[in-house]
């Protein structure tokens, strides 16, 4: 089978009992970058030396189907450099081929960086997305920020320490200066930082320069007040009397304030008939 293996994001002794017997028991292992595997084995003591295969994002889909040749044979461990493999790392095109073949997978589980930042961010937990990194070029990452403006859930970001301040900046253009946002650094690490405010005030903090392993946790958009029913439907009428069908009319208004196409045109019907 395919097994993904969960390694510490910073913290050695955040590696399960499990990470430990099945690096042990690894005839094949597929990692993101194998000499970090290296270093891991050695920190961790691990007298086992399997098979190493590179497993990153430009090979990736190459190298899937061997993978699975392998995997049908025997157990194939996948570790990313830190963290769960396939989680904005490689992983994902693999598991869909074992999937595809008919060809077991299981996880390790263990840390994860986006569910820690998650948990020490302050923000709610409820309801959470996770977005990865954001683009690199501004007009790619402003249309993907318009997209997520409105979501009243917790969002989740990477972000290298060279794009920081300027991911932040566009943030708060297009979320607002105010809001409620936490910067997650060196996580499970030693110099560990968990910096809480409004986005605003976070991409000034960055501009001084940021270094480590960050994660972006950004609370959701506030609920839009309730939109008033009479107001809507006085738009509506208005709407229709200056040549909008009144069918597109209530459609409009619908979109717009969140109450139902049916009930704003019977009510707008009601009204016009009452004049």
């Given at each position: 089978?395919?097994?993904?293996?969960?390694?510490?994001?910073?913290?050695?002794?955040?590696?399960?009992?499990?990470?430990?017997?099945?690096?042990?028991?690894?005839?094949?292992?597929?990692s993101e970058d194998t000499r970090v595997t290296q270093r891991l084995l050695?920190?961790?003591?691990?007298?086992?030396?399997?098979?190493?295969?590179?497993?990153?994002?430009?090979?990736?889909?190459?190298?899937?189907?061997?993978?699975?040749?392998?995997?049908?044979?025997?157990?194939?461990?996948?570790?990313?450099?830190?963290?769960?493999?396939?989680?904005?790392?490689?992983?994902?095109?693999?598991?869909?081929?074992?999937?595809?073949?008919?060809?077991?997978?299981?996880?390790?589980?263990?840390?994860?960086?986006?569910?820690?930042?998650?948990?020490?961010?302050?923000?709610?937990?409820?309801?959470?997305?996770?977005?990865?990194?954001?683009?690199?070029?501004?007009?790619?990452?402003?249309?993907?920020?318009?997209?997520?403006?409105?979501?009243?859930?917790?969002?989740?970001?990477?972000?290298?320490?060279?794009?920081?301040?300027?991911?932040?900046?566009?943030?708060?253009?297009?979320?607002?200066?105010?809001?409620?946002?936490a910067v997650c650094r060196e996580l499970t690490k030693l110099h560990e930082?968990?910096?809480?405010?409004?986005?605003?005030?976070?991409?000034?903090?960055?501009?001084?320069?940021?270094?480590?392993?960050?994660?972006?946790?950004?609370?959701?958009?506030?609920?839009?007040?309730?939109?008033?029913?009479?107001?809507?439907?006085?738009?509506?009428?208005?709407?229709?009397?200056?040549?909008?069908?009144?069918k597109d009319a209530a459609a409009l208004v619908a979109g717009e304030t969140?109450?139902?196409?049916?009930?704003?045109?019977?009510?707008?019907?009601?009204?016009?008939?009452?004049?």
């Amino acid at each position: 089978m395919i097994i993904l293996a969960a390694t510490p994001i910073g913290n050695l002794g955040d590696a399960s009992t499990r990470l430990r017997q099945a690096l042990e028991d690894a005839d094949v292992v597929a990692s993101e970058d194998t000499r970090v595997t290296q270093r891991l084995l050695a920190a961790l003591g691990i007298a086992n030396r399997p098979r190493l295969i590179a497993l990153h994002e430009h090979n990736e889909r190459a190298r899937a189907g061997d993978l699975v040749a392998l995997a049908s044979e025997g157990d194939v461990l996948v570790l990313s450099d830190a963290g769960m493999p396939t989680v904005s790392d490689p992983g994902f095109p693999l598991v869909q081929a074992a999937v595809a073949a008919g060809v077991d997978v299981t996880a390790i589980p263990g840390p994860s960086a986006v569910v820690t930042a998650l948990a020490v961010s302050g923000l709610p937990t409820d309801r959470f997305a996770f977005e990865g990194f954001l683009p690199r070029k501004a007009g790619e990452r402003s249309r993907r920020l318009a997209e997520l403006a409105g979501d009243r859930r917790t969002l989740v970001f990477f972000e290298a320490p060279s794009r920081l301040a300027a991911s932040l900046g566009a943030l708060a253009e297009a979320f607002g200066a105010e809001r409620p946002a936490a910067v997650c650094r060196e996580l499970t690490k030693l110099h560990e930082e968990v910096r809480r405010g409004p986005l605003g005030e976070l991409a000034e903090w960055a501009e001084g320069g940021v270094r480590g392993e960050i994660c972006v946790v950004v609370g959701g958009a506030a609920e839009a007040p309730a939109a008033d029913a009479g107001e809507a439907v006085a738009r509506v009428v208005a709407l229709a009397a200056s040549g909008t069908r009144l069918k597109d009319a209530a459609a409009l208004v619908a979109g717009e304030t969140g109450l139902g196409k049916r009930d704003l045109y019977e009510a707008a019907l009601a009204a016009r008939a009452e004049r």
